[in-house]
């Protein structure tokens, strides 16, 4: 059993959902690609590339476009943006979009077409397949779920930022004698100093 489905219900739904999430990207690229048909990607500065009279701001035909079919323009901005940096050659139907968005900041192109190609191993085993934190580690980001040791201390610094909770946490891990004679160990020199 997986919580109240059996394990076969669950394969047949992470099927589906996999399928679905195809479609779902699919959709997405061809909003993306159309945006970017109405607005192709130009430098900053740079001019109207259709040489017609009729002059859009980028943010003015994609923000009409977005109206049009009933999208946020944020989402449609978005979505022009990635079709941009995943020429369709590139995108991966097997990889979501969600992961193509994460990937297409890595600036470099070629290393952004090699890391798409090449999922890391899965973390439950099975065959190499991306999942969100995979691309976010790729590119340097903050994953949801820590499993690493400085993953899971950037967590923690992150929910002490606050003085209140961060000495809270202190007061409440010092009297671990494990912790309190780790930190104030040679391994961490700048508690050395400070004591």
Do not use: C
Not at 99 to 122: C, G, M, W, Y
Not at 186 to 192: R, S, V
Request: proline share 6%; no cysteine.
């Amino acid at each position: 059993m997986v919580d109240s489905v059996t394990r076969q219900r669950y394969d047949e739904l992470v099927k589906l959902g996999r399928d679905w999430g195809e479609m779902m990207s699919s959709v997405q690229w061809q909003l993306g690609d159309a945006a970017v048909e109405i607005e192709p990607m130009r430098s900053y500065g740079g001019t109207n590339p259709s040489g017609s009279e009729e002059l859009f701001t980028v943010s003015e035909a994609i923000r009409m476009f977005a109206e049009d079919v009933g999208l946020a323009y944020s989402t449609v901005r978005d979505y022009r943006w990635e079709a941009s940096r995943w020429p369709k050659e590139h995108r991966r139907a097997d990889v979501s979009h969600t992961i193509h968005k994460t990937l297409a900041s890595i600036p470099d192109e070629q290393k952004r077409f090699e890391a798409v190609d090449n999922p890391p191993a899965s973390p439950r085993g099975g065959p190499a397949r991306w999942t969100h934190d995979s691309a976010k580690r790729i590119v340097g980001w903050k994953v949801d779920t820590p499993e690493n040791v400085q993953e899971k201390v950037d967590a923690i610094h992150d929910l002490a930022a606050d003085d209140h909770v961060a000495a809270r946490v202190a007061t409440d891990f010092l009297p671990r004698p494990a912790v309190a004679s780790k930190a104030m160990s040679d391994d961490y020199p700048d508690y050395q100093m400070a004591a």
